[in-house]
């Protein structure tokens, strides 16, 4: 095996216990600090929690990032990021508390998301930030293995839905899977692109995939609004 095959081997090896490890330190912890939908009732302790893995991942890929040339801080950028912080902020507070009423018991709704509040938003937001730098630790890696990007967008597409068929453990409900895994291998397949060929891509990356979330409590709200009396 020849070093750069062996790089490979070794950054999806982390890449996968990052996400398999974070995820299960997610549901450990939810019981401890008393949260039926942890975001929502302990999102300073899991924002913290997602912000250490996160780091974790930036120092354990540094060298690789640095090469990608996507994350070093440029005054533009910074002006971008503070931009979106305002406006996924903004969306939180703002517009989340005036969306349509619904009503779910934990019978009819297992899913967290469904049940999800501004507050929701601050570890969700961390989390995303979490699998952007997987993400693009793995593409940067295939990158470095001279794969055609349409080579890198099919696995990470297959990878990244893949992963999100996974749901099904904890959440029995066959639509929510389906369609977050639809979502996750379109996704997957589009980051590639956003990543090694535009100058921005990861700012542009991250911001289609909490816009995802967002749109998605916008209609889940929408079509399950509790009807007028």
Sequence with gaps: MNV???????????IAAAWGFSAYGYFRLEPVLGGEVGYNDAPL???LYYAVWSLAVFLVF???????GDLSPQPLRLVAVVLLALAFAAFAVLVVPRLPETEWSRTNSPVEFFWATSWYFLPKSVEILFQQLLIAAL???LRDRTCAVWQISALVAV????FHLTLALSYPNPMYVMRYTIAATVFGALVPQLLL???HGFLLSYAIHW???A????????????PDP
């Design 215 to 226: 749109l998605d409590i916008i209609a889940i709200h929408f079509a399950f609004a509790v």
């Design 211 to 213: 816009a995802y979330y």
């Design 139 to 141: 593409v940067l890696a």
């Design 45 to 47: 302790a899991f924002a």
């Design 159 to 162: 990878l990244f839905g893949g």
């Design 62 to 68: 540094r060298r690789t990032f640095q090469r990608g």
């Design 197 to 199: 060929r535009l100058r």
């Design 4 to 14: 750069a095959a062996r790089n490979l081997g070794l950054t999806v090896a982390a």
